[in-house]
């Protein structure tokens, strides 16, 4: 979900649509967003680590 092409920052609602789950009080939002952003962090990370040749090849 986060490498869409479209640029959508995934939401709570999203990645539980994506799941095929339907939220049913929401409780659980605030940790799922902290799960996003932890999961955006590490892949921005390992891309800042990727040498410049590898980013090319993986951007085609």
Do not use: W, Y
């Amino acid at each position: 979900m986060r490498a869409d092409p479209n640029g959508k920052v995934p939401t709570p609602g999203a990645v539980f649509r994506h799941l095929g789950c339907r939220p049913r009080c929401g409780s659980c939002f605030p940790s799922v967003i902290d799960i996003i952003h932890e999961k955006g962090s590490e892949e921005e990370q390992q891309s800042e680590a990727q040498p410049a040749t590898l980013k090319r090849v993986a951007s085609r």
